[in-house]
């Protein structure tokens, strides 16, 4: 079955730019979406189809994706953005859908 | 607007058979592309993909859980249903149902949560 890494914690000081990244195998030729979970909430997404962002997501938050490795990027992170970040694909070979293992940002 | 709403017992004994339900509005299982899918979170862990219902009765579960897996819908009351037989502590987690729109295999509007424990 597909795999999606991800690191464990990143820490960024206020201001400063936070990159998280999700890795699996060929995953440039999946779209990748990105979810934000805070605690005692549901995920929400943040990032779609690799780059594109729901409304009322503040454009801080973009994607890329290429290779083995999908990034979800937080400019000028801010306290509020201190949550779990997890990537999500669609492994189109069995029609399922597959979670990363999560990634804790911490704002310092 | 979408929303969606778990419901279920919050308390399960280990070998019995847990059932949620999904109550959902703001959208119709029976239009072409769009699905349900089911979510969990053991605490403090990851999010873990169960199941998914689309709107013509086609289903799909995780591999490593398919043979305790079950999921339907019920159209005209918006509920979906999932029930996992065999219920072990490890199963004890939070459990979402989450709303997957046409043509894109994402959850876009997830339910709060419900907190199941299994434990004797």
């Known amino acids: 079955s597909y795999v999606l890494t991800q690191p464990p914690s990143v820490s960024v000081a206020p201001g400063q730019t936070a990159r998280i990244t999700c890795g699996g195998n060929?995953?440039?030729?999946?779209?990748v979406h990105w979810y934000q979970q805070k605690p005692g909430q549901a995920p929400v997404v943040v990032v779609y189809?690799?780059?594109d962002r729901p409304s009322g997501i503040p454009e801080r938050f973009s994607g890329s994706n290429s290779g083995n490795t999908a990034t979800l990027t937080i400019s000028r992170v801010e306290a509020g953005d201190e949550a779990d970040y997890c990537c999500q694909v669609w492994d189109t070979g069995s029609d399922h859908w597959v979670f990363g293992g999560g990634t804790k940002l911490t704002v310092l | 607007q979408i929303t969606l709403k778990e419901s279920g017992p919050t308390l399960v004994k280990p070998t019995q058979t847990l059932t949620l339900t999904c109550t959902f509005s703001?959208?119709?299982?029976?239009?072409?592309?769009?699905?349900v899918g089911w979510i969990r979170q053991p605490p403090g862990k990851a999010l873990e993909w169960l199941a998914l219902?689309?709107?013509?009765?086609?289903?799909r579960y995780s591999p490593s859980l398919k043979s305790r897996l079950t999921i339907t819908k019920d159209t005209s009351k918006n509920q979906v249903v999932l029930t996992m037989t065999n219920m072990n502590p490890v199963d004890t987690a939070t459990y979402y149902c989450?709303?997957?729109?046409?043509?894109?295999?994402?959850?876009?509007?997830w339910g709060q949560g419900t907190l199941v424990t299994v434990s004797s």
């Open positions: 060929k995953i440039g030729s999946k779209s």
């Open positions: 703001g959208f119709s299982l029976s239009t072409n592309g769009v699905g």
């Open positions: 189809d690799d780059s």
């Open positions: 989450a709303h997957s729109p046409p043509r894109k295999r994402l959850f876009d509007y």
């Open positions: 219902i689309y709107w013509d009765d086609d289903k």
